[in-house]
């Protein structure tokens, strides 16, 4: 069993910045892909940028949705188990519930799929 918790969220004007922050606890061992996801009122949920790392516990490719690219930035911790959201010049439009995701591979190939509780992002003015 893998958690996260969440944290950095808040209310910023456009233009604003926040920093989300998601902690990994529990079995990490083999976790090679950490993301965060957002939802906002009547919305899908989507991706909003992902790190993956494979079997390597040092790096990471990075992938972003399109509206973001340029303004948010995904980092991993591998020492902290830790997955972080930069976000820059934000937008009402990134207006959302922020969750975070992480992906676990066991040594079958069974994988295994943890959410966070979310974390509200707010941007107004």
């Known amino acids: 069993q893998v958690q996260l918790v969440e944290s950095g969220g808040g209310s910023v004007q456009p233009g604003g910045s926040l920093r989300l922050s998601c902690a990994a606890s529990?079995?990490?061992?083999?976790?090679?892909?950490m993301a965060w996801y957002r939802q906002a009122p009547g919305k899908q949920r989507e991706l909003v940028a992902s790190v993956t790392s494979g079997g390597i516990i040092s790096g990471g490719i990075t992938n972003y949705a399109d509206s973001v690219k340029g303004r948010f930035t995904i980092s991993r911790d591998y020492a902290k188990n830790t997955v972080d959201l930069q976000m820059n010049s934000l937008k009402s439009e990134d207006t959302a519930v922020y969750y975070c995701n992480a992906k676990r591979r066991d040594g079958l190939s069974t994988e295994y799929d943890y959410w966070g509780q979310g974390t509200q992002v707010t941007v107004s003015a």
């Open positions: 529990g079995i990490i061992f083999r976790i090679y892909a």
